[in-house]
């Protein structure tokens, strides 16, 4: 009788973590991305937070001691380096939002299963636009919203979306193109398992179908055969 109580719990706890959901939240905001990921009470982040370095000892000493002294150089421009882009701006983030568009037009049973259990909390994307003149600007302005638009039509149609907030517009008065995005989402472990469970049922069937001989259908008797 205790065996089975335990084995009872065990199970419990076993299904309980499999319907807690990890929670995901992803920012983009000046070109940097931040990624955090919670599950009860693990949390991991990507790029992790750097730790501050307190400042002491030998190498604190040293450091006070050349500032009094005045005799700190200047750090040398190091030659042939040039700016570089930021990881994100609008083109990319149009080529994302037809990526998604033609992912989710094209995503078979095991991924329409796993995207249905997924729920977002917030979904913000807020930008501005800017090119060299102002056909430019608004031309890619209204190519930008060509391509986010339906694509968060077809994430509402797939998912359920607590809190959808979409903004891009040109930016006819600056120079500057300014990104900020975020998204909150959750899914359960089990969704994710049951997807798998799909994909391979979907695979295995398709393999055994190939693999079975093919019986051949005789051909209809004619009548005349039988007269």
């Not at 706890?13 to 990921?37: A, M, N, Q, S, Y």
């Not at 729920?119 to 930008?144: N, P, V």
């Not at 994710?192 to 469970?197: I, Q, R, S």
Request: charged fraction near 25%; aromatic fraction near 8%; proline fraction near 6%.
């Amino acid at each position: 009788m205790r065996g089975w109580l335990i084995f009872a719990c065990v199970m419990a706890v076993i299904v309980l973590l499999f319907l807690l959901p990890v929670r995901v939240h992803v920012t983009l905001f000046d070109g940097k991305t931040g990624v955090e990921v919670r599950y009860l009470f693990l949390r991991l982040r990507f790029p992790p937070e750097k730790k501050k370095k307190k400042s002491g000892g030998k190498a604190g000493k040293k450091k006070k001691a050349g500032k009094a002294e005045g005799k700190k150089k200047p750090p040398k421009p190091k030659p042939g380096k040039e700016k570089r882009k930021k990881p994100w701006d609008a083109e990319r983030i149009r080529q994302l939002a037809q990526l998604i568009t033609g992912a989710l037009r094209g995503l078979g049973r095991a991924g329409g299963f796993f995207l249905r259990g997924l729920r977002i909390d917030t979904l913000r994307l807020q930008m501005q636009i800017s090119r060299a003149d102002a056909f430019q600007t608004a031309f890619e302005s209204g190519k930008i919203n060509a391509a986010v638009y339906p694509a968060a039509a077809l994430i509402q149609s797939w998912m359920r979306v607590r809190e959808l907030y979409l903004n891009i517009y040109p930016g006819f008065w600056t120079q500057e193109e300014t990104i900020a995005f975020e998204v909150r989402l959750r899914v359960s472990p089990a969704r994710g398992a049951g997807a798998a469970c799909v994909l391979a049922g979907s695979v295995l069937g398709t393999l055994l179908h190939s693999l079975l001989p093919r019986r051949e259908k005789a051909p209809p008797a004619s009548r005349n055969s039988h007269q």
